[in-house]
């Protein structure tokens, strides 16, 4: 069975065919697609696509590209929806640094915000980062984080790296493992610990080589899951299931 530990199913470019989506994701083995909030309408979105369908499941957060017009009202108001079926984790949020839609400030304000509010909790933390390892360090040794916390989209640098496994913290690969011009993340493949991994889409978005300029779908996690296994060494059997379990057992769905 193969994982998407992050997909925005809500996002409009699945409006017309997202049940078509779920059910060819279904025929590629793909167990279980995890669809993170982006702010609270899509939040609200996430979790009803998860009710809708069984492999389907939300996370509820506010991205850093949203900060700037989050008050505490609608913070609040997504960590409330964390009560409901199927939402299994906080995300995603983070850092920003490289397009800086947000103050700088606020991204920092909002990012603690849904530290403590996952630590408190005990709930599973996404966290987008972008540019800005320095900061997110920072954070990090200043408060007491949560028990588990998984950086999506990894594409940083082995000091990053090391950081995240000196603190047992988690990493997700998408597509960009599969771009010949990855020469640097691919390089970094052989410090990574396959019990700290994950795998995503981030459809819409960072479609994986052969299929890259086309709309991303989680049946397509299957390549990123390819080059990984190519890079380690390993059997694409033996990488799904190591990685699979780590997923599940990190988002409490077994």
């Known amino acids: 069975m193969f994982v998407d530990t992050h997909c925005h199913l809500d996002f409009p470019e699945f409006d017309n065919d997202r049940k078509y989506v779920i059910e060819q994701a279904l025929k590629e083995d793909i167990g279980f697609i995890l669809n993170p909030g982006i702010d609270l309408e899509s939040s609200k979105r996430a979790i009803q696509i998860a009710k809708n369908f069984k492999i389907v499941y939300a996370a509820c957060g506010i991205h850093p590209h949203n900060a700037r017009s989050v008050n505490n009202d609608a913070f609040n108001g997504c960590m409330d929806l964390l009560s409901e079926d199927k939402v299994i984790a906080i995300g995603e949020t983070g850092l920003d640094f490289f397009y800086q839609n947000s103050d700088i400030k606020q991204q920092i304000i909002l990012f603690r915000k849904h530290i403590n509010f996952a630590r408190e909790n005990n709930i599973p933390l996404i966290v987008n980062q972008r540019n800005a390892e320095e900061a997110v360090i920072e954070i990090f040794n200043e ?11 990894f594409v940083s640098n082995k000091i990053f790296l090391d950081w995240i496994i000196k603190n047992n913290f988690y990493i997700s690969f998408t ?5 010949k011009s990855a020469l640097s993340l691919k390089k970094l493949i052989e410090n990574v610990p396959i019990e700290r991994v994950f795998f995503e889409t981030d459809s819409p978005y960072l479609a994986p080589h052969p299929v890259r300029g086309k709309r991303n779908e989680p049946c397509f996690v299957r390549f990123i899951v390819e080059e990984f296994a190519r890079l380690k060494r390993m059997s694409v059997s033996e990488v799904s299931e190591i990685t699979t379990n780590n997923a599940l057992q990190f988002f409490g769905i077994l």
């Open 175 to 179: 597509g960009i493992l599969t771009f």
């Open 143 to 153: 408060i007491k984080f949560p028990s588990k916390v998984v950086f999506h989209c």
